[in-house]
C-alpha cells in the first residue's frame, strides 16, 4: 500500500509541475487546449495572472516532492497530508470558479492518495 501511495503521490507532483509549464509558459498555446470553454481572447489578457496561479500550483508540487525527502515518517506523512490537502481544496475551488473538470485532475487524485497514505501507516 505504501508503495501505491507513493506513486500516486509522484504522480500528482508531475501533474502539478505540467500545470506550472503550462499556465507559466504555454498559457496561449496548450492552456487553449486544455481550456476550450474560455474565450481565444482571454489568454492573452490573463497571461500574468495564469503565470501566477502556475507558480502557486509549482509551490504545491515542491511541497510534495519535498516529502519524499523528509526521514522522519511522522513528518513526512503529515507535509504529504497538507500539502495534498491543499490541492485537493483548490481543486474543489477551481471546480466551482472555473472548469468542473478539475475535481477530477486535482481533487481525486489528491483525496485517493491521502486515504491510501494514512491506511499505509
Keep these: 500500500m505504501e508503495i501505491v501511495s507513493s506513486v500516486l503521490i509522484g ?3 508531475l501533474i502539478h509541475i505540467y500545470i506550472l509549464w503550462m499556465e507559466m509558459f504555454a498559457w496561449e498555446t496548450r492552456g487553449k487546449k486544455v481550456f476550450k470553454s474560455f474565450p481565444p481572447e482571454l489568454f492573452s489578457q490573463t497571461k500574468v495572472m495564469a503565470a501566477n496561479q502556475g507558480l502557486y500550483n509549482g509551490f504545491l508540487a515542491a511541497g510534495i516532492i ?3 525527502f523528509i526521514d522522519d515518517p511522522v513528518w513526512k506523512t503529515k507535509v ?3 500539502f495534498l490537502g491543499c490541492i485537493a481544496i483548490a481543486g474543489i ?3 466551482i470558479s472555473a ?3 478539475i475535481i477530477y485532475v ?3 487524485p489528491a483525496v485517493l492518495a491521502i486515504v491510501l497514505l494514512l491506511m499505509s501507516k
Excluded: L, N
Design 106 to 108: 486535482q481533487t481525486v
Design 11 to 13: 504522480f500528482i507532483a
Design 80 to 82: 504529504a497530508i497538507f
Design 93 to 95: 475551488y477551481g471546480a
Design 99 to 101: 472548469d468542473k473538470k
Design 66 to 68: 519535498w516529502s519524499f
